[in-house]
Structure formats: C-alpha cells, structure tokens
C-alpha cells in the first residue's frame, strides 16, 4: 500500500503503536487521550465514582520517589487516583500497592485503580476491596472501549480523532485481537490425563475446550490467540477459531470430577473452541515434539507441513507476542 508506515515489518496502524504495547506504553496513550478528550475523562471519573469535577483533574505519568514509580496519577482537589496498569489477565499485587501509600498520605479520596484485560469478577478474587484503608477499584481494558466508543460519539474533530486512535490502538494492544488476524497457536494435545476421566485429547474433540495455566507463566500466551491448532500423532488435527477465553482459580471450578492437586489446584485460562476447519494432511515433521509455535491459518492451510508454514509464517510478519 502507499504511504503506509511499517515498524518491524507490521502496519503501524495508530500514532501510539509507535510507543510499544509494554505497560508503561499503554497507560503513556491512556493518559494522552484523556488529556485530549473531556468526554473520555468525565466518563472515567463517573466509573471510578469520585468526586470533584473531571474538567479539573491533573494528568501525570511515571511519577516517581523512593517508593517506585507509578504507571499513572490523576487528581483534582477532591479526589488523588493511583492507576496501575498490567499486561493480561494480571493484576497488581497489595505488596505494589502498599509502595504507594505514604504517596497517598493527607490526600483527599485517594484510590487505587487496577487496569487490565481480567474481568472485574477474576480481579476481586486477587486483590481486596481495600490497602490498608485505601480503596481499590479495578477497571478491565473492555470497559475503556466501551468507555472509548461512548466519548467519541459525542466528541468531534481533534478529539474525536484521539479516541479513535486510541480504540485502534486497543484493539492490537490488550486481549481483544483483530478477529481478522490470522495467527494461529499450535499446541499438542496428548491421551495423558489430569488424574480425571478425560485426556487431554478429549478436552479438546469433546469438551471443545482448552485450557493451560493463567499468568504468561513457560510462555503460555497472556492474550487470547483467535485461532488455535492441535496436534498428535505427527499431525495437525484439529484448528478452531477461539470464541471465548475466561479465567478460573481452579480446574475443579469447572471440572469438579478433577483430582485436586498442586497442578490443578492453580489458576488456569479456558479456551472455548467453536466448529473445526476443514484441513487437509498437515504433517509436523520438523517440529520440536511438544513445542508450542504460531503459523498464519494459511501458510498452514496450504504449506507441505507445520514447519514450513511456521517458518513462511515469520517471512510475512513478526509472530505476536504471547
């Protein structure tokens, strides 16, 4: 395409792709666009139900002292906010919080705030309602967009063009991935179990789900793929669009039949998977055994087999970061 703006070999598609998609970059964007858009901001301080009035607030990132450094500040005279940001399903922990609490000494209505792709339900259950007094409050990245789409219906021209930039951005930043996208993570699937009457194999043809530990922990994705691929038996088997992804503290929660252990007793991430396409013969020769790769859906569908379409795959565009 002309004039297109390409970094690392992919579409620059908004202004803060040019940032980065880490933490700090997310919440650096976060708080231009509310710099740039009164209604985003009234939206947000309506959110977060505190008080004083959102058009006074003061907008600061990265403040820094002895303590650490916190991702973003905002404050009016009524109200002192501490947001912090993560990648994921994570959440900040009390002990990163606490840091920041002789910051939040004689401030009127301080909060902390917790930002991420976790539902509000998942965050409850990691995080208190309160740190030492102090209110926490967590928002997810979808309730920004929905916050986002709001604003820019009833903003117009500069800062109706920062929120969309802002909602572009989103999309290729936090969990939700372009339905579009064509990565795909191929995973194996074996006939071992966790202990309960079902393989892992029968998850997957069966259940049509599939799970694997919370936390980006072994380079487990921190974001939902929008495909996933199975193999066994030295060859692809089974590729599905990924419909729905939610996070559970436990196996049992969702498979009491599950023995609990050390294992099973951990926080995991399900994959619901929707019809399987048709494929035709995809050996994975060349493939390390129990190696999880990404290839695009059709350098796989078309490709003499997995290594190949993994390795065509990396020629057209950087593979996404877990």
């Not at 959110?47 to 991702?71: K, Q």
Request: glycine share 8%.
């Amino acid at each position: 395409m002309p004039n297109e703006l390409r970094k690392y070999g992919r579409p620059v598609a908004s202004v803060f792709e040019l940032l980065g998609h880490g933490e700090v970059d997310l919440t650096a964007a976060l708080g231009w666009t509310l710099r740039q858009s009164p209604e985003l901001r009234s939206l947000l301080w309506k959110r977060l139900g505190a008080p004083g009035l959102p058009t006074d607030v003061r907008i600061e990132l990265e403040v820094a002292d002895d303590e650490g450094r916190t991702d973003l500040e905002i404050a009016n005279r009524e109200a002192t906010v501490i947001v912090e940001a993560k990648k994921g399903w994570l959440v900040p922990g009390e002990i990163q919080l606490t840091k920041y609490l002789p910051r939040l000494a004689g401030a009127p209505h301080p909060m902390f705030v917790s930002l991420s792709d976790s539902s509000a339900e998942w965050a409850a259950g990691q995080i208190g309602p309160t740190v030492q007094g102090i209110p926490v409050k967590h928002i997810p990245w979808d309730s920004i967009r929905h916050d986002l789409r709001q604003a820019s219906k009833r903003a117009r021209g500069a800062e109706r063009h920062w929120l969309n930039e802002m909602t572009e951005y989103l999309s290729g930043a936090t969990a939700v991935r372009d339905p579009s996208e064509q990565w795909v993570y191929c995973v194996v699937v074996s006939k071992d179990t966790m202990g309960g009457p079902r393989t892992f194999r029968d998850y997957v043809t069966l259940e049509r789900k599939y799970f694997h530990p919370f936390g980006g922990r072994n380079g487990w994705p921190k974001r939902p793929p929008t495909f996933m691929a199975f193999r066994w038996d030295g060859r692809v088997r089974q590729i599905n669009r990924v419909l729905e992804s939610r996070v559970i503290q436990s196996l049992q929660e969702e498979w009491p039949d599950i023995p609990i252990s050390d294992e099973t007793s951990t926080p995991h991430i399900i994959h619901t998977l929707g019809d399987n396409i048709p494929i035709g013969d995809i050996p994975t020769r060349g493939v390390y055994a129990n190696a999880r790769v990404w290839a695009l859906l059709d350098q796989i569908l078309t490709r003499s087999g997995l290594a190949e379409a993994v390795s065509e795959s990396k020629l057209i565009v950087t593979p996404p970061t877990p």
